[in-house]
């Protein structure tokens, strides 16, 4: 009977040990950037290279340049398979860009990676070159029936030209990255609170909330002690604003939808078209 139990007790301890094995969660090992130097606007493939069977969630963070949201996701569901993050960045600048273990997936992935990525800007749109046989105008852009003809307008990604374009109130930039320009769609993003010079910054990504502790502690007056604050200065995110959103464009005429994210994003998103 003993030796029924001792047999029993090692084969459930080796069951457990395979089966935590199974599922340990992933530690990240590197990350590369596919472009290694993109420019402006192009997307951009993170390889997240983990080990570990078990899936766990990875947060990126692009730090520099200008403001671009994190973004999670789960990898490594495949042993050393890692994860692939595309991102687009509209602004050129250098780029601290940094996977971490995600605070609001769980489980989180443990150990980090970072490289450093320098977007460059567009190049400039070559002139056309002038019309052979001195200067003379290409048929059918002189005078005549071709000066005439209507010129398609040009709508810029950033720059919307229709009517009734959201606009985005103070301390908010708008963003049209991975959104339907032609639709309407557009965001605002609130731009960060910033700790004086001589205060070290704690920031809260889940509501913005900035705490700033002084970098040299300011001492107490004689027969005094520090209150439960402590020094500390704390902002907290007011509620998002609302923004005008277009009724309609002219390629989408069902309108968009005001909406908001979070504590630092709002905008606006194309209404459903109507099934008839």
């Not at 990676?113 to 059918?140: C, L, N, S």
Request: charged fraction near 15%; hydrophobic fraction near 35%.
């Amino acid at each position: 009977m003993k030796t029924s139990l001792k047999k029993y007790a090692l084969s459930l301890a080796c069951l457990i040990a395979v089966c935590g094995s199974a599922h340990a969660v992933g530690t990240i090992t590197g990350l590369v950037a596919v472009p290694a130097n993109p420019v402006a606007g192009e997307s951009v493939k993170y390889k997240i290279s983990t080990s570990g069977a078990g899936a766990c969630g990875v947060r990126v963070v692009y730090a520099g340049g200008s403001y671009e949201p994190s973004d999670n996701m789960l990898i490594n569901n495949q042993p050393a398979a890692g994860g692939v993050m595309d991102k687009t960045i509209a602004k050129a600048g250098t780029y601290t860009v940094t996977a971490m273990g995600s605070p609001s997936l769980n489980p989180k992935c443990g150990g980090e990676a970072k490289i450093t990525v320098v977007i460059k800007d567009k190049p400039a749109r070559a002139e056309p070159a002038p019309a052979a046989g001195g200067g003379k105008p290409a048929p059918g852009t002189g005078a005549g029936m071709g000066a005439l003809q209507p010129q398609a307008p040009v709508i810029t990604m950033g720059a919307v030209t229709f009517p009734e374009a959201m606009t985005c109130p103070t301390p908010y930039t708008k963003y049209t990255q991975g959104v339907d320009v032609s639709k309407g769609e557009a965001y605002c993003v609130k731009t960060d609170a910033t700790c004086p010079d001589t205060y070290a910054s704690n920031r809260n990504p889940q509501n913005g909330q900035l705490t700033c502790t002084p970098k040299v502690p300011v001492a107490a007056p004689d027969g005094w002690t520090h209150g439960s604050g402590n020094g500390e200065l704390i902002f907290n995110s007011i509620s998002q604003p609302l923004v005008k959103c277009p009724k309609s464009t002219p390629d989408w005429q069902w309108g968009t939808t005001y909406y908001k994210e979070g504590w630092n994003r709002m905008g606006c998103r194309a209404n459903m078209k109507p099934a008839f």
